[in-house]
């Protein structure tokens, strides 16, 4: 029977990067646990427990993973990881008969676990730093070029185009502070024994070598440890890294689903990549739907519940522990992780290939920038010695009379209305009221405090 024939998951070929598959895959997994049981034999061997050819058996037989054969065993005593126990210890006839020696299960699949983890948060870390370049190099370009800002999606007042993506990049910057802080605090449970107490350790070296013992596996492995720990590490810890994994993905949400907003007719400013090739509907040849934007609320949308499975595992995890974590764990951290890597790449790609629409851009503004300019008309009115509250009035009604113009499909007709208010002439000369209405101009702090986050993202990546 084909794979085909089976169900597939979509993380196993459709979505996610083929580096973030293997480290999640059946095959490392075993790979690592194997790991794990050569480590724990060769500081053993330190201590006198294994001999030293029974470590270089274990160590010449630890790559010959044969999940087939495991999987065999598994059918029998319905446990994965004893599964692959006995089926190292079948292939390694001079150590395999010390494998596991003080060990409890979690010892191995708990440490394993964090490996994965490890693994995984570096390369979402490296995606992170690349997506954060693009984003700078686009907000660079585009600092100072104007365009509408909208508020309740409807026109407000000008900002620029780089000062919007900074706001993006801002999010996903603090983001990478966040999913650092989580790496950098990554625990394994260490070899703690079957309820936390290492008391089958302590047997076999004494409980004074206990934290040599510990601290001789953690330098081996890489891996730091928790110094308390009950059967399992702190299931806390999967919350806090799938919690910071869906805080980026509510950051890419927020910027895909504005790419789709400004992709739309009614805007029209802004658009994702489309290939020469690609096919936008299989009923209507003219669209250009924005499939991979969609695509990245979507996964997001998915990933933004998982920190609740975790919170649960975290919170019932009773006494020094339950099962009914297992389960799910075998499909939420892997899915979590490969969610966030593909969510990255995507929007990689989005942010390095999105394209600008100049003339919407700029007809925008010229339709709707026009209404900004009556702030600032009605700042210079009251400093000229006006009434405010009766030229907010004034300008009120001018700004709603050109609103109908341009719902109509008309030149916004604003600034030739405020030319010609007696009123507000007899206050504002003619070239200070074309000075004010010059509002592309009127972006504040918007294109040095984008140039600034540029800046800001690349001495933090360097």
């Known amino acids: 029977m084909s794979r085909w024939e089976n169900y597939q998951s979509p993380y196993s070929w459709r979505y996610a990067s083929p580096a973030m598959r293997h480290i999640w895959s059946e095959q490392h997994k075993r790979e690592l646990w194997r790991k794990i049981w050569l480590t724990l034999a060769e500081v053993q061997q330190s201590f006198g427990l294994v001999s030293a050819d029974q ?19 598994e059918s029998e005593i319905h446990h994965d990881l004893m599964a692959e126990l006995k089926t190292f210890a079948e292939q390694s006839p001079i150590g395999g008969g010390i494998l596991h020696l003080g060990a409890t299960s979690m010892d191995i699949e708990d440490n394993a676990d964090v490996l994965r983890l490890s693994a995984s948060l570096d390369l979402i870390l490296a995606q992170l730093d690349e997506l954060l370049l693009a984003f700078a190099q686009r907000i660079e370009e585009t600092a100072e070029v104007p365009a509408m800002a909208y508020t309740h999606l409807q026109p407000a007042e000008p900002t620029t185009l780089g000062y919007r993506l900074a706001s993006y990049a801002q999010d996903l910057l603090a983001d990478r502070a966040d999913l650092l802080r989580v790496r950098a605090g990554l625990r394994g449970k260490g070899f703690k024994g079957a309820v936390g107490t290492a008391a089958a350790y302590a047997d076999l070296i004494g409980l004074d070598h206990l934290d040599d013992f510990e601290n001789q596996l953690s330098q081996r492995l890489d891996l730091p440890f928790y110094p308390v720990a009950t059967q399992t590490y702190p299931r806390k810890q999967d919350y806090l890294v799938v919690s910071a994994l869906a805080v980026i993905g509510a950051s890419l949400y927020k910027f895909a689903f504005d790419l789709r907003i400004m992709q739309s007719p009614p805007f029209g400013e802004w658009s994702e990549p489309f290939g020469r090739k690609q096919v936008g509907s ?37 006494l020094e522990r339950t099962l009914d974590d297992s389960a799910n764990r075998r499909t939420l951290l892997p899915e979590a992780c490969l969610i966030c890597d593909e969510l990255l790449t995507t929007a990689t790609r989005l942010v390095k290939g999105m394209v600008f629409n100049w003339p919407a851009i700029n007809h925008n503004l010229a339709q709707y920038a ?10 210079a009115l009251a400093r000229a010695g006006a009434d405010r509250q009766l030229m907010h009035e004034k300008l009120r009604e001018h700004a709603l009379a050109a609103w109908e113009s341009v719902q109509e499909g008309k030149p916004n007709p604003l600034p030739d209305r405020l030319r010609a208010d007696a009123e507000i002439s007899a206050l504002i000369s003619p070239d200070q009221l074309q000075e004010l209405l010059i509002v592309q101009e009127y972006t504040g702090l918007a294109a040095g405090r984008a140039r600034e986050m540029a800046a800001r993202i690349k001495e933090a990546l360097t």
Not at 55 to 73: F, K, M, S, T
Request: proline share 8%; charged share 20%.
């Open 282 to 318: 299989s009923a209507m040849p003219f669209k250009r739907n924005p499939i991979q934007a969609e695509k990245i609320d979507s996964l997001a949308r998915l990933l933004s519940g998982m920190p609740n499975t975790a919170w649960h595992n975290a919170a019932h995890s009773l």
């Open 55 to 73: 470590v270089n058996d274990l160590r010449a037989h630890a790559g010959e993973i044969n999940i087939p054969r495991a999987l065999e065993i």
């Open 370 to 379: 026009p209404f900004a300019a009556t702030e600032r008309v009605l700042m």
